[in-house]
């Protein structure tokens, strides 16, 4: 049947009627006074969102667009840079910061395990002569949907005084409290296609005074991703190059639609998604790759061992047009992923997990009861 796909992966994410509504609109000029008030109202509604009266800028680029804005508007060459590696997105900041030229040291743990925060603070603590320019975390880690404790590594930040902490936050922005004011992060990096709820094609990145101070002295090269063009025309309600206009109209209509959910009940409703997702899965004798203390709310990993996971990820498409994503990099075959971030409600997961038991069940998957999965998310759903 057409017209059925349910994507459960981690971006893109589905895409709510009325933004696809929005979507279908005729273009209108970027330099028209009817966009600029849609630039206006964008621009408070995603300091609303972060949490912050810092400057959050608007690319026309993927997530990966404003992780590398938030490094080479901030940063020089030969600049040391201590990075958090514990999946294929912390490898990604360090990958580009290398590629940049600056220093890079890794602060590593296995995939599936949170970043220990105590490494962050000796490191930070022992750097007397103030070497370490910046501090580059993955909050929310896709590839494994771990949550790593980015406040605690903050604070640690701050003890230093001098580095910047630069967050990707593409996946727990819009999905767990990310208080950038409060916390003070300087540098937060984000994209379209996941906790928006719109298609790919936009990239945010949030700016704190701090950073712009870093900004003035910040030597690699940069013109298209030059922030300080963005922050000149932002002030003016308008952008330095021609912008996909529609998706800034659907992002209108986003964050209107999360504005109207409110944070607090955004991160309560993911919170419910992951905890009936892990729930569902423990009942079905599944492993979960994630520890149940630092799970991401967007994101369950599972480690399947007596059933093939690409087999699984096969039959949930073939069958019932569910779509859930494979593992990436060495974590290929060994594991899937359910995306439960953005659009998504209680009876999507309800709907994931129903189908999940039945394609276990096709595979001869010996080690459930069947019924146990939705017995367990409904527990949960019940509750709140
Ligand atoms: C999706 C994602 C990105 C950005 O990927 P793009 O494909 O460039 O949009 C970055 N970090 C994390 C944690 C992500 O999940």
């Not at 929310?140 to 406040?151: A, F, H, P, Y």
């Not at 002030?235 to 330095?240: M, S």
Request: net charge neutral; charged share 20%; hydrophobic share 45%.
């Amino acid at each position: 049947m057409d017209n059925k796909l349910m994507l459960m992966i981690p971006g893109p994410t589905p895409v709510p009627e009325q933004v696809l509504l929005a979507l279908a609109k005729h273009p209108i000029g970027h330099r028209s006074g009817e966009f600029s008030q849609i630039m206006a109202e964008v621009t408070q509604n995603l300091k609303w969102l972060h949490q912050t009266q810092n400057d959050v800028l608007v690319l026309t680029a993927s997530g990966t667009g404003a992780m590398e804005a938030g490094i080479i508007n901030f940063l020089s060459p030969g600049d040391r840079v201590l990075v958090g590696c514990n999946g294929k997105f912390g490898d990604r900041w360090a990958d580009l910061s290398a590629a940049f030229g600056l220093e890079v040291e890794k602060i590593t743990a296995d995939w599936g395990k949170p970043l220990d925060t105590e490494q962050f603070r000796e490191k930070l603590s022992a750097d007397t002569e103030k070497k370490i320019k910046a501090v580059i975390i993955t909050h929310s880690e896709t590839s494994t949907g771990v949550l790593n404790d980015v406040e605690t590594v903050n604070r640690y930040v701050k003890d230093h005084g001098e580095a910047l902490i630069i967050v990707d936050a593409v996946t727990s922005l819009g999905a767990v409290n990310l208080p950038v004011d409060a916390w003070g992060l300087d540098v937060v990096a984000s994209g379209s296609q996941k906790g928006y709820m719109i298609p790919p094609g936009l990239g945010f990145v949030c700016v704190s005074p701090k950073a712009w101070e870093a900004y003035k002295t910040a030597k690699l090269p940069r013109f298209y991703l030059d922030l300080g063009s963005y922050r000149k025309t932002a002030a003016k309600n308008t952008n330095p190059f021609t912008p996909p206009v529609n998706l800034v109209v659907a992002l209108q209509a986003a964050l209107r639609m999360m504005q109207a959910e409110g944070l607090e009940a955004i991160f309560a409703r993911h919170q419910r998604l992951m905890r009936a997702t892990r729930d569902a899965v423990k009942a079905l004798s599944l492993p979960l790759f994630a520890p149940d203390d630092a799970a991401s709310p967007a994101i369950t990993a599972v480690i399947p061992s007596s059933v093939e996971a690409e087999q699984v990820r096969a039959v949930m498409k073939k069958h019932f047009d569910i779509v859930l994503a494979g593992g990436q990099d060495h974590l290929k075959g060994k594991i899937f992923r359910i995306g439960h971030l953005g659009f998504v409600s209680e009876r999507d997961i309800l709907a994931a997990i129903g189908a999940l038991e039945a394609s276990l069940g096709e595979l001869g998957y010996e080690s459930m009861t069947p019924g146990a999965g939705l017995a367990a998310a409904a527990r949960v759903f019940a509750q709140s």
